[in-house]
Structure formats: structure tokens, C-alpha cells
């Protein structure tokens, strides 16, 4: 079993946490080089911002998120925390270092949720569990969507 090793590398904005909140995960530890530009396609400016401040922008707005949790690249994290202050994000956020992988990167991220909100895999969730689990999460998708289109 792989263990993740993400909470020495995380950095806080030292905002209060609510309790009952739903985190979001945002990987974006990644440096775009299939896209071939000669910068990084998080930083590219679309709308006089750049890519990844769309994205945090949306999750920070969202009412039904509580907290944000960035996986970044190691050193890049002065960036993301410059970014936060440039757009005024107030959602509390945290920043974790990404793996060598996208699955790393997403263990990492999972490793930095608040103590909180940590997920236990100690039980074994039978396929019904799943099922359940699948079945809670589109509906929960579906009302997301129904209350930003009303």
C-alpha cells in the first residue's frame, strides 16, 4: 500500500476551517509540455488572467466549497500564494506539493485535506457502497449545476 507523504510539504493561508464542509482538490502540479509553449499553460492570461486564477475563481465562488486544497509544483508555491492575494480569494486554502505522477499528486492532495474532513480507507467499501457513493456524487453534481444555471 502507497502512503502518501504530502503533509511536510504543505503551506497554509491561516484562514479559520468551518466544519461540514466539502473541500475541493485542484491538481495543478503539472508543466503543460505536450501543450509546447514556452510558458506554463496554468499561467497562460485568457480574460486578462491567467488559467489556473479562472479555475480557483469558480471554486472559490462556489457557496457549496469550503475550503480549497492546490496541489502545485515544488517552488511554485509563492506564486500560487501571490495569486490568491492578486484576485482576493477569501476561501481558506491550502498548498501541497505534487508527486512525480498525476496519481501522486492526487494523493497528496488527499493528504492535505483538514484533519477534519480526512477520508477513512480503513473499511473496505463493498460494491453497493460504491454504488451509493457514485449515485450521491452525480446528484450532488446535478444540484451544483441546477443552482449556478438559477
Do not use: Y
Not at 499528486?105 to 483538514?114: D, Y
Request: charged fraction near 25%.
Amino acid at each position: 500500500m502507497k502512503v502518501c507523504t504530502a503533509a511536510a510539504a504543505l503551506t497554509f493561508n491561516l484562514q479559520p476551517l468551518t466544519f461540514n464542509m466539502t473541500s475541493a482538490i485542484i491538481v495543478a502540479a503539472g508543466r503543460g509540455i505536450r501543450m509546447g509553449a514556452n510558458v506554463d499553460k496554468l499561467w497562460l492570461e485568457v480574460a486578462g488572467r491567467p488559467v489556473i486564477a479562472h479555475t480557483w475563481q469558480r471554486f472559490n465562488d462556489a457557496p457549496c466549497i469550503g475550503e480549497i486544497i492546490l496541489v502545485v509544483r515544488d517552488g511554485m508555491q509563492s506564486e500560487f500564494t501571490e495569486l490568491a492575494a492578486r484576485f482576493h480569494f477569501q476561501k481558506p486554502f491550502r498548498l501541497a506539493v505534487g508527486g512525480a505522477e498525476r496519481q501522486d499528486s492526487v494523493c497528496n492532495g488527499l493528504a492535505a485535506l483538514a484533519p477534519e474532513r480526512k477520508i477513512d480507507w480503513s473499511d473496505s467499501w463493498s460494491d453497493e457502497d460504491l454504488r451509493e457513493f457514485r449515485a450521491a456524487s452525480v446528484r450532488r453534481l446535478e444540484e451544483i449545476e441546477s443552482e449556478e444555471a438559477g
